[in-house]
């Protein structure tokens, strides 16, 4: 199996966690920290399918790769995003997305707040997570794992 493939069946595999977790789980549990858990699944699922779709244009030698992530980013944003589909507005809720989950990541406190997650940084700058949100930065993974397989076909 391709490194491409793999990553798409770890995308599609924590979407599906994600999904769960979101409409299943939380709204039995009403744990929110089942509302990190689906953050993190999402990001994982965003980036596997990036991955893929940057090492299946390199196989078929449309893009180079580098060693830096943050340059493989640019590469995906400036030659493979228009492949695969994605529009502007795409482009920037993906980067909000992950900047989000980026600042969960560094985050040193992160607290509840009636129905959400606050996330503090270093700065003391708050963001905000809620189910809702979640929902729309799901069906956003969806839409990129979609476009994504209607490119790269499985064998």
Known sequence: MEKYEENL?????????????????????KDKRLLLKALSSIYESITST????????????RIKLYANP????NV????????????????K???EFLELAEAHKK????????????IMSDNLKTTSIDSEKL???????KKILENTRKVIKPP
């Open 70 to 73: 943050k340059d493989n980013f």
């Open 107 to 118: 985050s040193p406190m992160e607290f509840l707040r009636r129905d959400k997650i606050i």
């Open 135 to 141: 929902k729309l930065y799901l069906n956003f993974g």
């Open 9 to 29: 069946a770890k995308a599609i595999n924590e979407l599906k966690i994600a999904d769960h977790m979101i409409y299943i789980t939380y709204p039995i549990v």
């Open 76 to 91: 995906f944003i400036e030659k493979c995003a228009k492949r695969y589909n994605l529009t502007e507005n795409d482009i």
């Open 93 to 95: 809720q993906l980067i």
């Open 50 to 61: 990036i991955n893929a779709i940057l090492q299946y244009d390199y196989i078929w030698k």
